[in-house]
């Protein structure tokens, strides 16, 4: 019962424990759902980095066989399934693997599995194919469609997301029940290696091992380049020039990824979207000009980061006529404010082809991740609450607020719906392969080399049950989706009359929408039954 224990651990000063137990409880649910706003205040620079890391290409020189002259072109390093896989997917779960990584850490010379990493990352899965789903479906404008436009691809990444769970559940329960072997823990994270494999096997159309499906044609460049017409005004800062919007959201039409463009050929005017996420707005006189955030110095865009970093206002919430809806947005961003002050240390994204912007990204990933493992257990101790309930309800939703934040993105602005569904699909492949898979590699190793054993796991019984209830559920959620392409031809997005018309320029991006499928209550459900 709350209260009839006294905790004796702490966040910061000891002087936390004279506290109750319930308003210690409080403070450190305030503290876990404030991490979780620091998740989603990084997912901005992380995307930036990863749009710089994708859209790299390299020189390649070939020789006309015929004239037996060079032909010089731009090849893309990266290719786009192994980009959804790797960088997108990876990238988003990486709070998740981050926090069961560290609970892994803090148990090695134990010979049970630590509780907190196993059910992050089932109750995350639970979150992924569910809320995240329902969230794609209705965040295209009314009436516009998205489909996936390579089948085979998604079928492989459903496949062994699927072979994921069910692997998990032979672990537990068939092949060595309540037991993982140093074995079994090395097979889990090298189906991640073949899961890349086989999805880029598919991507490429392998003979024998691919399936043999057609794809409908995908955009040219996963992350279109950015040339902006954008309206410069001088300041006072060192001869600094700031960009200025000249089209309003109302008219572009948005179909990549990252970029916000307009497809009108006519004229095309395009939008420079700031090293962080609002635009400045200045005075003085006007002047129109062609340019790339490239072409400015490193530390007047590192200046401008900090800028951004401390503004709660911007162009667009200024034209607001809703007081209520301009208060709660300066609200918001005072939230942000902290965070993105912090973050604004990650050198600009142009570095390096953003590999290092990338990299730091994570690194802070790593330590929200952290600060989350430690609150967790506090709210245990001073609650008496089992770690594995918090990690599979709390814990789950919150880490995963990247994943809903990319796939949320990938939606709106990209043609088809392959990196939007991709992600929620390999995501879940990445939690069990990546998340789960590394941590027992950890502790199974440690435990076989100090003590001969393998790993024990403690509640591996309710770990089956969430997993079947999972798999299950899942069936039904995939069902929606193949329905809703036999029905309307695409995955995403749809007539008007099938949801509500979404107006959401006026909201922080990373708010969802308040009118959701139905889908979205299988979330809650499972996780009740999880917990039985």
Same mark, same amino acid.
């Given at each position: 019962?709350?209260?009839?224990?006294?905790?004796? +651990?702490?966040? *910061?000063?000891?002087?936390?424990?004279?506290?109750?137990?319930?308003?210690?409880?409080?403070?450190?649910?305030?503290?876990?759902?404030?991490?979780?706003?620091?998740?989603?205040?990084?997912?901005?620079?992380?995307?930036?980095?990863?749009?710089?890391?994708?859209?790299? =290409?390299?020189?390649?020189?070939?020789?006309?066989?015929?004239?037996?002259?060079?032909?010089? !072109?731009?090849?893309?390093?990266?290719?786009?399934?192994?980009?959804?896989?790797?960088?997108?997917?990876?990238?988003?779960?990486?709070?998740?693997?981050?926090?069961?990584?560290?609970?892994?850490?803090?148990?090695?010379?134990?010979?049970?599995?630590?509780?907190?990493?196993?059910?992050?990352?089932?109750?995350?899965?639970?979150?992924?194919?569910?809320?995240?789903?329902?969230?794609?479906?209705?965040?295209?404008?009314?009436?516009?469609?998205?489909?996936?436009?390579?089948?085979?691809?998604?079928?492989?990444?459903?496949?062994?997301?699927?072979?994921?769970?069910?692997?998990?559940?032979? #672990?537990?329960?068939?092949?060595?029940?309540?037991?993982?072997? *140093?074995?079994?823990?090395?097979?889990?994270?090298?189906?991640?290696?073949?899961?890349?494999?086989?999805?880029?096997?598919?991507?490429?159309?392998?003979?024998?091992?691919?399936?043999?499906? +057609?794809? =409908?044609?995908?955009?040219?460049?996963?992350?279109?380049?950015?040339?902006?017409?954008?309206?410069?005004?001088?300041?006072?800062?060192?001869?600094?020039?700031?960009?200025?919007?000249?089209?309003?959201?109302?008219?572009?039409?948005?179909?990549?990824?990252?970029?916000?463009?307009?497809?009108?050929?006519?004229? +095309?005017?395009?939008?420079?979207?700031?090293?962080?996420?609002?635009?400045?707005?200045?005075?003085?006189?006007?002047?129109?000009?062609?340019?790339?955030?490239?072409?400015?110095?490193?530390?007047?865009?590192?200046?401008?980061?900090?800028?951004?970093?401390?503004? *709660?206002?911007?162009?667009?919430?200024? !034209?607001?006529?809703?007081?209520?809806?301009?208060?709660?947005?300066?609200?918001?961003?005072?939230?942000?404010?902290?965070?993105?002050?912090?973050?604004?240390?990650?050198?600009?994204?142009?570095?390096?082809?953003?590999?290092?912007?990338?990299?730091?990204?994570? #690194?802070?990933?790593?330590? #929200? +991740?952290?600060?989350?493992?430690?609150?967790?257990?506090?709210?245990?101790?001073?609650?008496?609450?089992?770690?594995?309930?918090?990690?599979?309800?709390?814990?789950?939703?919150?880490?995963?607020?990247?994943?809903?934040?990319?796939?949320?993105?990938?939606?709106?602005?990209?043609?088809?719906?392959?990196?939007?569904?991709?992600? #929620?699909?390999?995501?879940? =492949?990445?939690?069990?392969?990546?998340?789960?898979?590394?941590?027992?590699?950890?502790?199974?190793?440690?435990?076989?080399?100090?003590?001969?054993?393998?790993?024990?796991?403690?509640?591996?019984?309710?770990?089956?049950?969430?997993?079947?209830?999972?798999?299950?559920?899942?069936?039904?959620?995939?069902?929606?989706?193949?329905?809703?392409?036999?029905?309307?031809?695409?995955?995403?997005?749809?007539?008007?009359?099938?949801?509500?018309?979404?107006?959401?320029?006026?909201?922080?991006?990373?708010?969802?929408?308040?009118?959701?499928?139905?889908?979205?209550?299988?979330?809650?459900?499972?996780?009740?039954?999880?917990?039985?």
């Amino acid at each position: 019962m709350l209260g009839d224990e006294k905790c004796d +651990s702490y966040l *910061l000063f000891y002087g936390e424990t004279a506290l109750g137990n319930g308003l210690r409880a409080f403070l450190y649910f305030l503290g876990l759902a404030y991490c979780f706003i620091g998740l989603s205040a990084i997912t901005a620079r992380f995307f930036r980095s990863m749009e710089n890391v994708v859209k790299h =290409s390299r020189t390649v020189v070939e020789i006309d066989p015929y004239t037996n002259s060079e032909i010089i !072109k731009q090849e893309k390093v990266w290719n786009y399934t192994i980009a959804d896989i790797t960088l997108l997917a990876f990238g988003t779960s990486f709070p998740q693997i981050s926090l069961a990584t560290i609970d892994a850490i803090q148990n090695i010379g134990n010979l049970y599995a630590g509780g907190l990493g196993p059910g992050t990352l089932v109750g995350s899965a639970a979150f992924d194919l569910f809320p995240i789903h329902a969230v794609c479906v209705v965040v295209p404008k009314a009436g516009e469609l998205k489909k996936i436009s390579d089948i085979g691809v998604w079928l492989v990444e459903l496949f062994w997301s699927f072979w994921a769970y069910a692997w998990l559940y032979i #672990i537990l329960e068939v092949w060595t029940p309540n037991v993982v072997t *140093l074995w079994e823990a090395l097979l889990t994270v090298l189906m991640y290696g073949l899961l890349l494999a086989h999805a880029y096997a598919q991507d490429k159309r392998w003979p024998y091992i691919s399936l043999p499906l +057609s794809r =409908s044609e995908r955009p040219e460049d996963w992350v279109p380049a950015e040339v902006a017409s954008v309206e410069y005004k001088d300041n006072a800062y060192d001869g600094y020039s700031q960009i200025h919007t000249v089209e309003d959201d109302e008219n572009k039409e948005i179909v990549d990824i990252f970029s916000i463009h307009s497809e009108n050929q006519e004229d +095309s005017i395009y939008q420079k979207v700031s090293p962080v996420e609002d635009l400045v707005e200045t005075s003085n006189r006007p002047f129109k000009k062609e340019t790339d955030s490239e072409d400015l110095p490193l530390l007047q865009l590192w200046k401008t980061q900090f800028m951004d970093a401390i503004k *709660l206002e911007n162009p667009e919430s200024r !034209k607001l006529n809703n007081i209520y809806l301009r208060l709660a947005r300066i609200f918001w961003q005072s939230l942000l404010a902290p965070w993105r002050l912090l973050f604004a240390f990650v050198p600009p994204y142009h570095i390096a082809h953003g590999w290092i912007a990338f990299i730091c990204s994570l #690194i802070f990933i790593s330590g #929200i +991740s952290y600060i989350v493992t430690k609150l967790t257990d506090l709210i245990s101790c001073v609650t008496g609450i089992d770690s594995y309930v918090i990690a599979f309800t709390a814990l789950a939703a919150g880490t995963s607020w990247p994943d809903l934040v990319a796939s949320k993105i990938a939606a709106e602005r990209q043609i088809t719906a392959d990196s939007a569904i991709a992600n #929620i699909t390999c995501s879940n =492949s990445v939690n069990i392969y990546v998340g789960i898979g590394v941590p027992w590699l950890i502790d199974t190793v440690y435990n076989f080399i100090a003590y001969g054993e393998p790993l024990k796991i403690e509640n591996a019984g309710g770990l089956s049950f969430s997993l079947l209830v999972f798999f299950s559920t899942s069936v039904g959620c995939i069902s929606v989706l193949v329905v809703r392409r036999l029905i309307l031809g695409a995955e995403l997005g749809g007539p008007s009359q099938w949801r509500k018309p979404r107006n959401m320029s006026s909201l922080p991006s990373i708010l969802i929408p308040s009118s959701l499928p139905k889908l979205f209550t299988i979330f809650p459900v499972m996780q009740v039954l999880g917990l039985l």
